[in-house]
């Protein structure tokens, strides 16, 4: 399908132009982005009023396995079809699927709606993206970073304290009702502002069965870890069972990328040291920060004693603060030559701040915990702007919405294991009770600690794939080789 109003690639748009997409693309971001931060604080009150606190986590994991898959998706289809239309029908399966998530009766339903809701929140921020890396090339990308930090700040702020609010005072299902009339908003903004876009039209063939041995894998690793140690012994039929069924889908899907014609993953960007690199750093960053901001306000409302409004307002230091680094770490990029040693440095500290809260969970004051979040989510923050644009540097033009795409997947991965350990760290040691009668915060206390050492180790990790990433010139010509 191509859209003849569009222009074409030659053709530079003004600074006014650029400003009016941008615009446009922050306001598509901002119903993905939200979703992510005011689910947090009311996963404990829906978990009570649904009577199923044991599958809580599969709200979380299902949106990121199947936006897992389909954001590769995405990136190719946007190639072949362009950008425009591809962001309208995400938009439009985001919102339909947040109807079916406000309207679910039980845990079970209420996560294949969120898958559904994942088949359009995979293209929100993956195709905003690859639209940035289209007009504007890689060495003054980081002037732009404005746009995105004025949408992450008021995402980040409105969030948790929505979210808990709604959750306490009002139902929970209003986190997602609230999804439809921005979902409106960004329609008519983007329907009229991305037909003055440039194309890039590459033919693609769609590995829809590469997609969906990665969806059966990563469901499998995710039982296989849910059930392990927990419900069923680690040595039980049960969980041996779907430990041979991941193994088996994983070396399926192996096999299928290196046959398919053109595969769900691209072996010519994951042999890209910096698409690797910087995948693998931006992967293990993610999983310690969704998996924080799923279940730090559980650790507030059982340890700490808040409520659902409370944890809410607590959680904003540890969303906000990434929105900080994210700000200083992209706009000083262009301007250095080393431009990865700021996050690579806010990595290290935020790893080791999270060791006090592993030695003392319970000891510690609400404020110094809340200094230490900070201090974590800034050094996070740094590396989402650094790791994406060193990646759309990286690859050819006519790659760039595939390896944009390709850079999401990897932080959809690393989100899904993340919240996949936690959860199993948190739920499978009997957080399950808070359903029912009240709790101790010291009863759980001792868990939580294992939550924030995985969390040290993972930031740590993340600044070592980092310090591997190769740091080449920004280009001033264009959003990557030609």
Known sequence: MVEASLKPRAEKLSKREIGSIMAGLMVAMFPGALDTTII??????????????????????????????ATPLYGKLSDIHGRRIMLLWAICLFALGSVFCALAPTMITLALARALQAVGGGGLISLAMTIVGDIVPPLERPKYQIY???MWTTSSLLGPALGGYLADKWHWSLIFWINLPICLVAWFMTDSKLKRLPRHERPHK????????????????????????TRYPWSSPQVLSVMAGAALAIALLTWRLRAAEEPL???RLLSNQVVLSGGGSVGLCMGVFVGLS?????????VMGLSASQSGLALLPLMTGSTIGAVVCGKTMGKMRHYKIAPMIGLIVGGLCLLPLFFRPEGLSLLTIE??????????????????ISVQNAVPRHDLGTATAMITFLRNIGAAVGVAVFGTLVIGSGIGEMAGAAVHGSDYAVQFRWIFLAGAIGLLLSAAALAAMEERPLKAGGSGQM
Not at 371 to 388: A, Q, Y
């Open 265 to 267: 993953i691209p072996l």
């Open 148 to 150: 995105t930090s004025i």
């Open 40 to 69: 947090g604080p009311a996963m404990p009150t829906i978990g009570r009023e649904l009577g199923d606190v044991e599958h809580l986590p599969w709200i979380v994991t299902s949106y990121l396995l199947v936006s897992t898959a």
């Open 371 to 388: 200094i230490l979040f900070t201090v974590v989510s800034i050094g996070v923050g740094g590396v989402f702007p650094v790791t994406t």
């Open 206 to 229: 769609l590995d829809f069965a590469g997609a969906g041995l990665l969806v059966l894998g990563s469901v499998l690793v995710q039982l296989m870890l849910s059930w392990g140690g």
């Open 294 to 302: 799923i279940y730090v306000p559980i650790y507030f409302e059982t």
